[in-house]
């Protein structure tokens, strides 16, 4: 029975290789943009011989070293921003564009050299990549009104060709020549009557020499009757190329470890002159949808991902389309990679948790020595009243609780102390803080920046010397009833410009707070919306430090230093007059915390330094400089009430 290739041919569909995996690629390849692009992307597709199962597509041109038993078709992605965008696209000027592309290739014939031009492709689509919704719609571009081939026979070709030598020969063709050749080629019989596979840029040669040849076209269409759409742009080449008046072609459906070709057809075709030849060509290609209408599919894949695929992705949209609209320069790279360690896991640690997490930090260790109290969930947002009852470590509630927010995130706690200033170590407990004290610092060790959020002044001594000598970021957030203070430690790498830590305003090392004071003394009694300003600015601080090209060493800077703004050195904040104040201090000389002196010590003596701070109450002024200090104060008192007294007797 005839056949008119040029009417009943049937498209090569990809639709069912556009699955979970690709679509996901193309929600990540969005996120990783700069800014938003409709640019074409190139994509490659993968597909065998032997099976439409197989077939995938891929982001990225295609690889040199391809498997032997793939082929691969290039292509082009075009992915609308919006929906509107998609839906009103002028799908018929892509598809005469994509039609003059392909013509192009085989007027020059460049078709010779890289048969696999013939089957190039596009897909167009739009990814809502909020509700994980795809629209798209494939094009696979062949040419209109060459002329009309008939099928004058068709049987399988193990009935016109010897399998059993041929397909050894096609293997080793398929191994020696790189991917663009194993679409379209030719197995021919030479002047000797040996077969031959030969690459297509030979069939000048096979026709000159009036050589037995057959053609062979690598098809994954299933359906005996229906060629598939590389067959038919092959047809057309072979029309306005060389105006061929007959061919013989086999549609290769067995795979290159095949030893017969079983499953391949070959079919005699003859050409007529189409009627409507006169017309200039045109292109059809976009394929039909489910319902058999030209349009385009839409998948929902967001109950086929993973849950923490879903989430990971999910997690950085807002960041993404911050970057993608208003910060193009934004550094989201630098803000996921750094660790942070939070000393204190109460309201302020919480806070400042929630606050990393949505600015993409994947990295939280917290340290915090108490357990959930009844009063703490409704301040501290990573707590329930299940936590109260059990009486969960704060440090390991709040890892777990991150983690229930963020599947992906990585979060430990540790319930240990820190060894502070006027809190004398007993022998009984000098192994046990020792051992605090050790996992402490290999936490610094560890960490990139430390947020000091602690509820005591003395608490905030010892990590301040240690990040200090180690050269971590180091936030500071401190909390009154009414006010509140976010602040930055300078580092050692700028010298005498070196900004100043929580303790150079301080003629007096820090000592116990705590001792002889009632509950409303000893607790942080805040007002509700000071600790989410606070935690929120502290966050906000240290981000736009990560952006500046000198990070830690970053001096005061104004609002253009970085792309998110101003660096200041201190924010202090007051609600009862709702003011703000931006101050600026360099390190003190004398300061108890982060002077030369008492970091040369701690980094010579760790330890030992330490345990006598802590016991011997005068070590530290002494050691810095400031008894000294208060000293002159105190004669400087003194002549000044003397001075009064002689005025009062002159008098």
């Known amino acids: 029975m005839e056949m008119l290739i040029g009417r009943a041919l049937q498209f090569q569909s990809f639709h069912s290789s556009v699955d979970a995996i690709f679509w996901h690629q193309l929600s990540s390849y969005k996120v990783e943009q700069q800014k938003l692009d409709a640019s074409p992307v190139v994509i490659h597709g993968r597909f065998n011989t032997y099976?439409?199962?197989?077939?995938?597509?891929?982001f990225g041109k295609a690889p040199e070293n391809s498997s032997i038993k793939e082929c691969i078709a290039e292509g082009t992605l075009i992915n609308a921003n919006t929906q509107q965008e998609f839906v009103e696209a002028n799908v018929k000027e892509i598809r005469e564009s994509m039609g003059k592309k392909l013509l192009e290739s085989i007027e020059k014939d460049t078709v010779a050299e890289k048969p696999n031009e013939l089957i190039q492709f596009l897909l167009f689509s739009y990814a809502d990549i909020k509700s994980y919704r795809y629209h798209y719609w494939c094009l696979f571009p062949s040419l209109k009104n060459t002329s009309l081939w008939i099928v004058k026979g068709s049987q399988p070709a193990e009935s016109v060709i010897p399998s059993n030598i041929i397909s050894p020969k096609i293997l080793e063709f398929w191994k020696t020549s790189d991917f663009t050749q194993r679409s379209f080629f030719i197995v021919a019989k030479n002047e000797n009557g040996r077969w031959l596979v030969l690459p297509l840029k030979e069939l000048p040669r096979c026709l000159?020499?009036?050589?037995?040849?057959?053609i062979f076209v690598v098809d994954s269409f299933q359906l005996q009757e229906y060629p598939s759409w590389p067959t038919r742009n092959l047809l057309a080449y072979l029309?306005?190329?060389?105006?061929?008046?007959?061919?013989?072609?086999?549609?290769?459906?067995?795979?290159?470890?095949?030893?017969?070709?079983?499953?391949?057809?070959?079919?005699?075709?003859?050409?007529?002159?189409?009627?409507?030849?006169?017309?200039?060509?045109?292109?059809?290609?976009?394929?039909?949808?489910?319902?058999?209408?030209?349009?385009p599919r839409v998948v929902n894949l967001s109950s086929l991902i993973d849950p923490v695929l879903l989430s990971e992705s999910a997690s950085m949209l807002n960041l993404s389309l911050m970057r993608w609209r208003l910060v193009p320069q934004l550094n989201l790279g630098i803000i996921q990679n750094t660790k942070c360690l939070l000393l204190g896991a109460g309201t302020l640690g919480c806070g400042v948790a929630r606050n990393l997490v949505s600015w993409g930090v994947r990295h939280i260790t917290f340290v915090d020595y108490s357990n959930v109290a009844y009063s703490n969930p409704v301040r501290q947002s990573l707590f329930t009243f299940e936590d109260c009852k059990r009486k969960h470590p704060k440090a390991q509630c709040a890892a777990s609780r991150l983690k229930e927010i963020y599947p992906k995130m990585f979060s430990e706690g540790h319930s240990i102390s820190i060894p502070m200033l006027g809190h004398p170590i007993y022998k009984s407990e000098v192994e046990r803080t020792k051992r605090d004290y050790q996992t402490l610092e290999n936490l610094f060790l560890s960490h990139d920046a430390i947020f000091l959020l602690t509820d005591t002044r003395e608490s905030r001594w010892l990590p301040t010397v240690m990040a200090t000598s180690l050269n971590k970021i180091l936030i500071n957030s401190?909390?009154?009833?009414?006010?509140?203070?976010?602040?930055?430690?300078?580092?050692?790498?700028?010298?005498?410009?070196?900004?100043?830590?929580?303790?150079?305003?301080?003629?007096?090392?820090?000592s116990n707070s705590v001792i002889d004071r009632t509950l409303d003394q000893t607790c942080t009694v805040t007002r509700a919306g000071c600790t989410n300003i606070a935690t929120a600015i502290a966050v906000e601080l240290f981000v736009s430090l990560l952006q500046h090209p000198d990070g830690i060493g970053a001096p005061v800077c104004n609002k253009d230093a970085t792309v998110l703004g101003e660096l200041p050195h201190q924010i202090r904040g007051f609600l009862h007059d709702y003011s703000l104040f931006k101050i600026s201090g360099k390190a003190y000389q004398q300061c108890s915390a982060c002077s030369e002196c008492i970091i040369n010590e701690w980094k010579k003596r760790k330890w030992d330094f330490v345990l006598q701070a802590i016991n011997d109450s005068d070590y530290v002024e002494e050691l810095c400089g400031l008894r000294l200090v208060q000293q002159l104060g105190e004669r400087a008192g003194a002549m000044e009430e003397w001075d009064s007294d002689n005025e009062s007797i002159l008098a």
């Open 51 to 58: 099976s439409r199962s197989a077939i995938s597509i891929v």
């Open 239 to 295: 029309s306005i190329k060389f105006n061929l008046e007959k061919t013989r072609i086999i549609m290769y459906r067995d795979g290159v470890n095949s030893d017969s070709l079983s499953r391949s057809i070959y079919l005699d075709l003859v050409s007529q002159k189409n009627q409507d030849s006169s017309q200039p060509l045109s292109t059809v290609g976009w394929e039909r949808n489910g319902k058999g209408q030209l349009g």
């Open 478 to 510: 401190a909390l009154g009833f009414d006010s509140w203070l976010v602040m930055r430690h300078g580092s050692l790498s700028q010298g005498e410009n070196r900004l100043g830590c929580y303790f150079c305003n301080d003629v007096f090392a820090p």
């Open 208 to 214: 000159n020499n009036r050589l037995d040849y057959f």
